[in-house]
């Protein structure tokens, strides 16, 4: 089925946002006296909300995550978050779809003021009608809920029509809980075979893969 609406996860989908997390996130782990080893070690890191991922892969407590996640996002929002670049072809992609008429949207975990002003510099705003994103205070932060934002927003009433694009398994099973199905982008961030296990159905290695495959 041709879709009409294209939902787009941000951290290792849109953008390589790698560097700025894996210093933030090094240096956060560093000061709780977690080991740390090489940045692929890493990796798992982005995609999922930072307080998630903490108590997932170090096994912290709430307010020990809370606190790991203060540091992390004390380097990020004055360093990190412009330590970043688009994925090669992203702009491409963007600019073929938009041309199709296809609607874009962007729903990401990431908070969306930093989505937002990443966007913006980089001139990616224009493609989008809808940008969805955590919430500062983690009262939005899950995958599912920011789906269900740009859904709301967009007014998407027939949810075959539409469909999430994420390089990680949150973004597969994000979109499974709001009912979408989900094209797994494999930019190297993701575990192998992580997305097809989670669902996705289908998984390309490009954007220009991808465009062959929303316009085909």
Not at 93 to 103: D, P, R, V
Request: some cysteine; glycine content about 8%; aromatic content about 10%.
């Amino acid at each position: 089925m041709k879709y009409d609406y294209i939902l787009f996860d941000f951290d290792g989908t849109l953008f390589d946002t790698s560097e700025g997390i894996l210093k933030g996130i090094r240096r956060a782990l560093e000061e709780a006296g977690i080991p740390v080893g090489e940045d692929a070690q890493l990796y798992k890191f982005i995609g999922p909300p930072v307080v998630q991922a903490l108590k997932e892969f170090c096994g912290m407590t709430e307010e020990e995550a809370q606190h790991t996640k203060k540091v992390y996002r004390e380097y990020y929002q004055t360093q990190g978050i412009w330590q970043c670049r688009p994925i090669d072809g992203a702009e491409a992609c963007l600019q073929k779809l938009t041309e199709a008429g296809l609607t874009l949207a962007v729903a990401t975990s990431k908070p969306e003021p930093f989505a937002r002003s990443i966007l913006a510099r980089f001139r990616f705003d224009r493609y989008f009608k809808a940008v969805a994103g955590g919430f500062l205070d983690e009262t939005r932060s899950k995958k599912s809920e920011v789906i269900a934002a740009v859904i709301k927003e967009l007014g998407i009433a027939d949810l075959q029509r539409a469909v999430m694009v994420g390089d990680r398994k949150y973004d597969v099973l994000g979109a499974q809980e709001e009912g979408l199905a989900c094209i797994g982008l494999n930019t190297g961030f993701s575990e192998p075979s992580e997305l097809e296990d989670a669902g996705a159905v289908a998984v390309v290695s490009s954007f220009t893969d991808l465009e062959k495959l929303l316009l085909a």
